[in-house]
């Protein structure tokens, strides 16, 4: 039996439906805003206040393994029902949460080992949803495109270790944004440009320090449709850590818009 710990995003969606082709036994932990998996039989929709709940699940179920998979946004504290679990644990979790919301999944996984629950990697099941080095697309990144790659490439890795961004903007030589809170959409969607078109980069690689378990950087068809509202010219990834949704879809998209898509 597995554990699948879901929130937002289609990356969820994915691995339910490689578990269940493979015939898997498996039980959701629903921790998305919308309770999108209320319908399977299987899904139980709790908060992260309940941890006491959560863990009784798991146990019942003689879950031994869990996989996180899909956005869980930083609850309001004040406002979420405790149980006594979660009374006990909560102080740990609002103290990681300062940090960002990929340190609160990182609590929880310690919470969980603690409790010899293992957390396995989110694209055990889904191992084709990355992609290695390579160029995917018709179009090539030219030595103007390389500089903004590299310009962008060392701006993420000078961030600070706990740093909650995984991607950052370069166009022509020069920093447009970086990520913040509000991610990769806001970010993009502040970007917008009727002057440049088809110039500069965003380059979309793990945060420093991250568990590469969990909270992978991650695009689709929407994320390629942004950047070319925003302006840009392509999209570089980490090799073997990305989840690239959509993958037939955005290639096609990239070749009839001219776009590169690089993996380094």
Known sequence: MIGLILGETNFPLEILNKVKKKKNKYLIIDLSKS???????????????QFGKILNILKENKCKKVLFAGKVSKPNFSKIKLDLKGIYYIPRIIQKSKIGDAAILKEIIKILAEQKIKTIDSLSFNPELTLKKGNYSKIRPNRDDNKDI???????????????????????????????????????????????????????????????????????????????????????????????????????????????????
């Open 35 to 49: 309770k999108k998996f209320r319908k399977d039989k299987n899904s139980y929709a709790v908060s992260l206040g």
């Open 150 to 264: 590299q310009k962008a490439i060392k701006i993420l890795s000078d961030l600070g270790k706990y740093n909650f961004s995984q991607g950052t903007i370069v166009r022509n030589n020069k920093l447009i944004a970086i990520e913040d809170k509000g991610g990769t959409k806001k970010m993009l969607n502040k970007c917008k440009s009727k002057k440049n078109k088809k110039i500069g980069v965003l380059v979309k690689f793990p945060k420093k320090k991250q568990d590469l378990r969990i909270d992978l950087p991650t695009v689709g068809l929407n994320t390629f449709k942004q950047c070319m509202n925003a302006g840009l010219k392509g999209i570089v990834l980490k090799d073997k850590q990305n989840i690239f949704l959509d993958k037939k879809a955005c290639i096609n998209f990239a070749n009839k818009n001219k776009m590169f898509i690089l993996v380094k």
